[in-house]
Structure formats: C-alpha cells, structure tokens
C-alpha cells in the first residue's frame, strides 16, 4: 500500500509532541546518604511486574488550564522486603505521561513505564505528594537479565557500604508507552486539526470516513523510547595513545545480593513510621503551581565619605 496522507493519519502517533523539564540528575548519581538513607525514608519496599498503566491529568490551574500529565502505574507484588501491604497489587502515582491528545510530558527526575518490567520500588509512607516513590527516579531499580540497575538504567555494582552505580549503561529500556488518543481528541489540537482538514480536502473524504480509518489503522499503543543509546559514536583523530578508563566497575549485583543488602538495611533502620496510601485513578488531584516570588528594588546604600574627601569633591567641583 502507498504511503499516503490518509494513511499517515493510522501512524500519527509516531510524531508524538514531548515537552521536558530541564534534567536535574545524572544518570549515574546513586541519590543521597545510599541505599541506608532509601530504606529508612521507604514505608514500602516491593519487587513487583507491571502489570498497569494508565494517564490522568491534574485539575486544571491558571498556569496549567488543562493540567499536567500523571502516570497511574500497578505493580503485581512478587515480593515485600519492607513493610506491609494489604493486597497483590499496588498502584502508584508519578508525575510525567500521556496528556490524552497525542503529546507527553516528561519529568526528568521521574521514571517512565512499560508492561512487564519488573523493579524494585521504595515507596513513600504518608499522603500522596508530586511522586510517591524515595527520590522518584532514585527510588526505583530495575531488575533485567538477573541485573540490578538503577531508575536510569546504570549497573548498581555495590550496595551494602555504599550505594555505587557504573558501567555500560541500558538507556534502551526506557520506554513510554503511550495509548492511542482518540480522534476527537487529535482535532481538539491545533496542529492536528489543521493537518487533518488538509487530508480531508486533499483525499475529498469526510472526518468521519477518515474517522474509521484511523479507528481501524492507528496502532492502540505506541513506544516512546527516552534513550539515546542510538546516537552515532564518532573516534577522535590523534597521534595520542588511547586512553584507559578512569575507573572500571564490578560487574553489576544480581537480585538475590540487592535483596540480601535491602533485608540487611531493613533490620538496622527500623520500622516504617507511616503506612502508604493507595493512589485511585478515578479521583481528581491536583497539582499547585510554582510559586513566583516577587523581586522587591531595595536602595542602594550610598558609601560613606570623609570630610577630607568631602572638600576634594568640592575643590574640584570649584574648579570646573
């Protein structure tokens, strides 16, 4: 089949709108006080599978009228290392995702999710805030391959003395997946309407004949890969010996080492203060916009003079 404007409309998600904030971390940043410091601020610690994923946005605010875009994330519990949890799944809520019309938004400092990857999340105890999990991105490890990795995809190499993260990094499993938006909800963005309205001119087909085709010819989901292990690796031209690495990494910990350091951690820091709170997909939220503080002119304080200097300023005034 030609590749034609119609059918273009059945693969529109591919030209998916992503807006992110500036990155705050570092992939290879291990987060504050190690793995002693993550497990005495989790009430939770669960190696689970997704299993869930589900975009809702926030209420609406004057600087974000249609909200911001949240990730509805449920974990199938394979195992508790920390605290209790009353069912099999767990559903959390991280800011970043979907925003219904075809677009993401991405949070830097907050991971994104795909069926089946399995992790292991510390989580919050208390009321819901901006990201249930310690550290967001920080607080989650994903299990791969018999690998423990950190939230960006970096080897963990240590974890009981120190939490020690390097090495070839997996940048490659950090995908989105983004359900496909409805139709009306592409004609209610500008640039999309337009484009749509062309086709519809151009192929002399109704919105509703092209309608059922994207209904039929659209993919319901589609994968948004946020690495960059893809871009082109270019070798400096020099006469100069090739370096040697500055520091080569153990190999990463298996799953069985990372629980044992977690169980171990887990009896020094004590019982969870709080329990955690269930995040529910159905209720509104809200997120408050950034506070603007207002920059206030102050007087600049004039400097002091002598009286010696006083009569120099005058003398010369004198003399003009």
């Not at 484009?195 to 209904?215: N, P, T, W």
Request: with cysteine; aromatic share 6%; glycine share 8%.
């Amino acid at each position: 089949m030609k590749l034609n404007g119609l059918f273009k409309i059945a693969v529109i998600l591919g030209m998916v709108v992503i807006n992110s904030s500036a990155w705050g971390h570092s992939p290879n940043d291990a987060g504050e006080g190690g793995l002693q410091s993550k497990v005495r601020e989790a009430s939770l610690i669960m190696y689970g599978q997704v299993v869930d994923i589900e975009y809702r946005n926030s209420e609406p605010t004057k600087e974000q009228p249609q909200g911001l875009p949240h990730t509805f994330v449920t974990y199938q519990v394979l195992e508790v290392l920390r605290g209790e949890v009353s069912d099999k799944k767990v559903i959390l809520r991280i800011p970043g995702g979907a925003d219904g019309q075809g677009g993401v938004y991405m949070v830097s400092t907050a991971p994104a999710f795909a069926l089946g990857q399995t992790d292991v999340l510390f989580v919050k105890g208390g009321e819901i805030d901006d990201c249930q999990l310690v550290e967001c991105v920080e607080g989650r490890f994903r299990i791969h391959e018999n690998q423990v990795l950190n939230g960006w995809g970096v080897p963990v190499v240590e974890a009981r003395k120190t939490l020690r993260v390097g090495g070839k990094p997996r940048f490659d499993l950090n995908v989105m997946e983004i359900p496909r938006p409805s139709f009306k909800a592409l004609l209610e963005r500008p640039d999309m309407k337009a484009y749509i309205d062309r086709v519809s001119r151009e192929s002399r087909q109704s919105l509703k004949d092209l309608q059922a085709r994207y209904d039929r010819e659209a993919p319901k989901v589609t994968t948004v890969n946020l690495g960059n292990q893809n871009l082109p690796i270019q070798k400096d031209v020099t006469e100069e010996p090739e370096a040697h690495p500055m520091e080569v990494y153990e190999a990463a910990l298996t799953p069985d080492v990372f629980f044992d350091a977690i169980r171990e951690w887990n009896k020094r820091v004590g019982d969870p203060q709080s329990p955690i709170v269930m995040a529910n997909v159905k209720e509104r939220f809200e997120v408050p916009d950034n506070e603007v503080l207002a920059l206030e002119a102050k007087d600049e304080a004039l400097p002091k003079i002598s009286d010696e200097e006083r009569y120099d300023i005058h003398a010369k005034e004198g003399l003009r």
